[in-house]
């Protein structure tokens, strides 16, 4: 069976097991829509990877290694997701069959770009997931530089999506170089990206979080 199917039986023992821990093979079978000859076959499979805890009349249970592996999947299930919607504005119920495809095809990388382009936290509700994402400090913002200064967009951070949208469209992407042309006091920030030139308010241009040695010293 291909990864993305192993994929689905961890991420699946991840969504039955909470709260219990242990989760009996014919429940799996049940709510993955699988015979319990073939959950019982790939319950042997993962286990010889060193993914899942599995005893024949007991039940399954994820090893440490099978539950990093289940938990970076939804993360990346809840990213994908929340980009669709929040971003690309995809119906719900579409963005989230779109994601259990992408899941499986989306690298760590891309998905932690995904996640700092939203501009707003993405938890996957675990309770113990490692979440690169969250790890994004805002020390700098395209308000801090001075005149002629130059940055590189880290991440765009905001809890109002429109605001992440209109600067998505403007062109301020993670990674990009920005220039801050002139400023004002408790003025607009006139900045160039590329070969374009935006006046930004105070509060929109607080949005745009730099690099940390990107503040112009």
């Known amino acids: 069976m291909s990864n993305g199917g192993r994929e689905d039986y961890l991420i699946n023992i991840l969504r039955l097991a909470e709260g219990e821990g242990v989760v009996r093979t014919s429940k799996l079978a049940s709510f993955m829509k ?3 000859a073939s959950v019982t076959e790939m319950l042997h ?3 010889d990877a060193g993914l899942v805890n599995y005893e024949k009349y007991r039940g399954v249970s ?3 290694k099978g539950m990093e592996c289940a938990q970076n999947l939804r993360r990346k299930h809840h990213i994908v997701e929340r980009f669709l919607t929040d971003v690309l504005d995809i119906d719900h119920q579409a963005a989230h069959d779109e994601a259990c495809l992408m899941e499986h095809a989306i690298s760590d990388d891309s998905a932690n770009r995904m996640c700092r382009i939203i501009g707003t936290r993405v938890d996957c509700d675990c309770g113990t997931c ?3 994402c969250n790890s994004h400090k805002c020390e700098y ?3 801090d530089l001075s005149s002629g200064d130059v940055g590189i967009i880290s991440h765009l951070k905001s ?3 429109s605001k992440v949208k209109k600067l998505l469209s403007m062109g301020f992407i993670p990674g990009r170089e920005v220039v801050l042309e002139s ?3 408790n003025g607009p920030r006139v900045v160039r990206i590329g070969d374009s030139i935006f006046a930004l308010d105070t509060d929109l241009a607080s949005t ?3 690099e940390d040695d990107s503040n112009g010293q």
């Open 34 to 36: 699988v015979a319990p």
């Open 45 to 47: 499979t993962l286990s």
């Open 62 to 64: 994820l090893t440490p």
């Open 130 to 132: 490692n979440n690169p």
């Open 141 to 143: 913002t395209l308000s």
């Open 159 to 161: 809890n109002d999506l």
């Open 183 to 185: 400023k004002q006091i």
């Open 208 to 210: 745009v979080c730099l």
